[in-house]
């Protein structure tokens, strides 16, 4: 596996790549590798002959007062790991190589429409920096195909409606939630739990199991399901910032009698905050 920090170093090596004529898959992520960022790479690996993994915690995409100082950095495992995968490249760009001309002064890109609710109601800023990320990644690399993960599922609609209002030649591809055991969906942040917490928080995939097996037998009362799961997930103490029945295509309220929900959801448990979606089609 090759390791690369400098743009001139990534474009030559992905120069020669593209002169031979292989296909290059990116998964874009902030480190502190698990399984489920692992499972995207397997995906990637698939679409393309090489693959290429970003490994860059971006200020720009967290809100102030969030754990952007805190949060888990484990390099040298990571590499331990994407070797094993015989990772074709990590790419470890620094905050110079990504904003040449400063966070401050950086161009910034904006998805309208889909970027100020969910998620983006309670992290001010966050999706503007994704997508501002994303779109660098993008540039500096220019994958043939990069994997996002389902679980992130709001991101994984912005970036591809980023991809296509931009024309880029990029091929979107989800990659399923990897779960433990227990349900959870994998996440970095899982590791801020305590043990008391970590034995509650598998609760918000069956609340949303519930939810989706109430739809599938019909039930179309929609604010009263996403009510009576947030008061379940008060009374486990969580602390629920929303629990949504939307439209899979476009984060739309639902308004067909045969379409694809997601059942999303974000509640904070101690000092992680937890997100998770389910797919369902009435």
């Not at 540039?139 to 880029?168: E, H, N």
């Not at 969580?238 to 739309?252: G, H, K, M, Q, T």
């Not at 694809?260 to 997100?275: C, F, S, T």
Request: glycine content about 6%.
């Amino acid at each position: 596996m090759q390791e690369i920090s400098t743009t001139a170093a990534l474009r030559e090596q992905l120069g020669e790549w593209r002169h031979s004529g292989d296909h290059i898959a990116l998964v874009a992520t902030m480190g502190n590798l698990h399984d489920g960022h692992l499972s995207l790479i397997s995906v990637a690996r698939s679409h393309a002959e090489r693959v290429v993994v970003s490994v860059f915690v971006n200020p720009t995409q967290f809100a102030e007062g969030e754990d952007f100082e805190d949060y888990p950095r484990s390099l040298e495992r990571d590499r331990r790991r994407l070797k094993r995968l015989h990772t074709d490249l990590l790419f470890v760009p620094d905050i110079e190589t990504m904003y040449p001309f400063g966070i401050d002064n950086a161009t910034s890109v904006t998805v309208p429409v889909l970027t100020d609710q969910l998620c983006g109601s309670f992290r001010p800023g966050h999706f503007d920096g994704m997508t501002s990320v994303v779109s660098r990644l993008f540039s500096l690399v220019q994958p043939d195909v990069a994997v996002f993960g389902q679980k992130d599922y709001q991101q994984l609609l912005l970036i591809r409606r980023l991809t296509k209002d931009l024309s880029l030649p990029i091929e979107i591809i989800c990659g399923p939630t990897q779960r433990e055991e227990d349900g959870l969906a994998q996440s970095s942040r899982n590791q801020y739990l305590s043990d008391k917490e970590r034995a509650i928080a598998p609760n918000l995939f069956a609340i949303l199991n519930s939810i989706g097996q109430d739809l599938e037998s019909g039930k179309r009362n929609y604010g009263e399901l996403e009510e009576r799961a947030v008061a379940e997930l008060r009374r486990l103490h969580f602390e629920p910032e929303y629990v949504s029945i939307r439209r899979a295509e476009n984060l739309d309220a639902p308004d067909r009698d045969n379409d694809e929900l997601v059942v999303l959801a974000a509640a904070r448990l101690g000092k992680a905050r937890l997100i998770d979606n389910i797919l369902v089609h009435i």
